[in-house]
C-alpha cells in the first residue's frame, strides 16, 4: 500500500524533557503549506510544480493564512455546540480541489480496520465520519489532487465490533427526539451561516493507536471511542472541507481525549507542539513538566465548553500596558492571533516605540505594522508578554514574521498580530510556537514550557 500523506496516528515522537514519560498516545501534524506537504505534492503529482506552490515567507503565504483566519471568525455554532472554529485554511484552490482545513491526521477505526484522513478541532468534541451516506462529500481521489487513492466510507454493519450508542446512554445528547430508547442516538452539528452541518447517529467502535513509553518502545493498542456515523453533510461539509470527517478535541464528554481518559488508558489531558514548518505533534494523555507555568481555563457561561484563558496585562518590552486584560480563545486551528481592537491599538502603539526600525508600507502586506529589515540588524525588536493570575507570564517566542519579496528586491518583518471587533482574543498558533502547550483538562488547566521534541520512530501503512 502506498505511504500515506499527513499525519498517521502510528507516527510517533518523543518529547525531550528532563523527567520520565509516561506511556501517551501520539499523532503528528504536518500543515498543508509545509516542507513536507510539498514534497509530497510535487512528487506524487505531475501537474504540480514547485513554483506553484506559494513561496514560504512571502506576501502570498502569509496573506493567504490570515485570509481563512478571518472567514473561520464568521463561522458560527448552533445553541447545543456553541463555539467551533473550523481549521479553515486558503480558499485559492492551488491545486484542483484542495482540503480546506490546517491541520490532519489519518487514524483507522473498526474491526477489520479502516482508514480516515479527518480534520482536527479543538473547538468542538465529536469524531464522525461519512458513513452510509446519504448526502457526504466527493471521496474519490480523482477529486483531490493531493491523494493517490480514494478516501473511505464508515459502515457500521461492515466492523465487526461496532454497535449503536442507544437513545437512553448518558452520551446521547439528543435523547429526547427519539421515539423509542432502543433507537440509535443521532447526531447533529450545525451552524448558523452557510447551511453546514453533519447530521446521522453515534456508534461506538474501536479506534486504534500506537503508543510510546520512555524507552521509545511501541506496541499497538486500540479503544472504545464514540463515532458520528455521518450520514448526511451539507454546506462546507458537502463541499470538501473535511471530506473524510473531523476530530474533536473539545473538553465535552463525547471528544476522543475524554474517551481515552475514560477507557483507562491515558490522563485526561493532551499536549500539542508545533516546528519552524507549522506542523508538530499532539500526544494523548501528556501531563507536561511539573515545573511548567499554567493558567485555569475560564468558563463561558457557567460551563467549559473551549478553551477560554483570561490575560490580565500585557507587556511591551518592559513596559506594562494599563487595561490591557481579555478573554481569549487558545485555538490551535487559527495561524495567527487577534487582539481586541482597544488591547490592539495599545500593542502596536507601543512597539512602535519601542522597535528599531523604519516602519514601512509595503505593497500586499496583510499587516499595517512592517519595517524594512534589509540595510540593518535587528537590534531590538521588544519581546511581547502575556501575564496570567499568579504572575504567570507565557513569553511569545515569534511576535514577528519576516517575509521575504524577491519581486521588490527587500526584506521586511511585520508585527504579526491583528486586531478583532469581539469581545474575545484568539491567541493563535503563531503565539504557541516553541512551546509544549498542555491542555490539562482534569484539572481545567493551559500549561507551557519549552517546547524541543526528536522524532524517534516512523510507521506507515
Same mark, same amino acid.
Do not use: C
Given at each position: 500500500m502506498a505511504v500515506r500523506f499527513l499525519v498517521p496516528l502510528l507516527i510517533v515522537y518523543f518529547l525531550v524533557v528532563d523527567a520520565a514519560i509516561a506511556v501517551t498516545f501520539s499523532s503528528k501534524l504536518i500543515h498543508r503549506f509545509s516542507d513536507e506537504a510539498k514534497a509530497f505534492f510535487v512528487s506524487?503529482?505531475?501537474? *504540480?510544480? *514547485?513554483?506553484? !506552490?506559494?513561496?514560504?515567507?512571502? %506576501?502570498?503565504?502569509?496573506?493567504?493564512l490570515l485570509g481563512s483566519d478571518l472567514k473561520r471568525q464568521k463561522l458560527k455554532l448552533g445553541a447545543e455546540y456553541q463555539l467551533l472554529f473550523p481549521y479553515l485554511g486558503s480558499q485559492t484552490l492551488?491545486?484542483?480541489?484542495?482540503?480546506? !482545513?490546517?491541520h490532519y491526521t489519518w487514524i483507522d477505526i473498526g474491526t477489520p480496520n479502516v482508514s480516515f484522513l479527518v480534520a482536527l478541532d479543538a473547538g468542538s468534541d465529536l469524531l464522525w465520519v461519512p458513513c452510509d451516506c446519504m448526502q457526504c462529500a466527493p471521496l474519490s481521489s480523482s477529486y483531490y489532487d493531493m491523494l493517490d487513492r480514494d478516501l473511505n466510507v464508515?459502515?457500521?454493519?461492515?466492523?465487526?465490533?461496532?454497535?449503536?450508542l442507544s437513545c437512553n446512554d448518558q452520551l446521547c445528547e439528543l435523547g429526547s427526539n427519539c421515539k423509542s430508547s432502543k433507537e440509535p442516538c443521532p447526531y447533529l452539528v450545525s451552524y448558523y451561516s452557510k447551511n453546514t452541518s453533519s447530521s446521522g447517529f453515534l456508534i461506538e467502535d474501536r479506534l486504534h493507536l500506537a503508543s510510546v513509553s520512555e524507552h521509545a518502545s511501541q506496541?499497538?493498542? !486500540?479503544?472504545?471511542?464514540?463515532?458520528?456515523c455521518g450520514r448526511k453533510q451539507s454546506g462546507a461539509y458537502l463541499d470538501g472541507a473535511a471530506p473524510d470527517g473531523l476530530m474533536g478535541l473539545g473538553p465535552g464528554d463525547l471528544s476522543i481525549p475524554s474517551l481515552l481518559s475514560k477507557a483507562g488508558l491515558v490522563r485526561n489531558t493532551f499536549s500539542i507542539c508545533f516546528d519552524d514548518n507549522y506542523s508538530g505533534a499532539i500526544f494523548f494523555g501528556d501531563e507536561g513538566l511539573a515545573t511548567q507555568k499554567s493558567t485555569s481555563f475560564v468558563p463561558l457561561e457557567g460551563k467549559f465548553v473551549t478553551y477560554l484563558i483570561e490575560v490580565e496585562s500585557y507587556l511591551v518590552g518592559s513596559s506594562s500596558l494599563k487595561k490591557a486584560g481579555f478573554l481569549a480563545l487558545v485555538d490551535s486551528g487559527t495561524s495567527f492571533t487577534f487582539l481586541p481592537y482597544e488591547i490592539y491599538e495599545k500593542v502596536? *502603539?507601543? %512597539?512602535?516605540?519601542? *522597535?528599531?526600525?523604519?516602519?514601512s508600507t509595503f505593497k500586499g502586506s496583510p499587516w499595517k505594522y512592517c519595517y524594512n529589515s534589509s540595510s540593518q540588524e535587528l537590534l531590538n525588536v521588544?519581546?511581547?508578554?502575556?501575564?496570567?493570575?499568579?504572575?504567570?507570564?507565557?513569553?511569545?517566542?515569534?511576535?514577528?514574521?519576516?517575509?521575504?519579496s524577491g519581486n521588490q528586491g527587500f526584506n521586511v518583518f511585520c508585527l504579526s498580530i491583528q486586531p478583532i471587533h469581539e469581545e474575545f482574543g484568539i491567541i493563535g498558533q503563531n503565539f504557541m510556537r516553541g512551546y509544549r502547550m498542555v491542555f490539562d483538562r482534569e484539572n481545567l488547566k493551559l500549561g507551557w514550557s519549552t517546547s524541543i521534541y526528536v522524532r524517534i520512530q516512523l510507521t506507515v501503512k
Open positions: 506524487r503529482n505531475s501537474n *504540480v510544480s *514547485v513554483d506553484s !506552490w506559494p513561496k514560504k515567507r512571502s %506576501f502570498d503565504y502569509y496573506r493567504l492551488f491545486f484542483g480541489n484542495d482540503f480546506d !482545513w490546517l464508515y459502515s457500521p454493519s461492515l466492523s465487526s465490533t461496532s454497535k449503536p506496541s499497538s493498542v !486500540w479503544a472504545s471511542v464514540i463515532i458520528g502596536v *502603539v507601543e %512597539f512602535d516605540k519601542q *522597535v528599531n526600525a523604519t516602519r521588544p519581546t511581547l508578554t502575556l501575564v496570567f493570575a499568579m504572575n504567570q507570564s507565557f513569553i511569545v517566542h515569534n511576535p514577528i514574521i519576516k517575509l521575504i
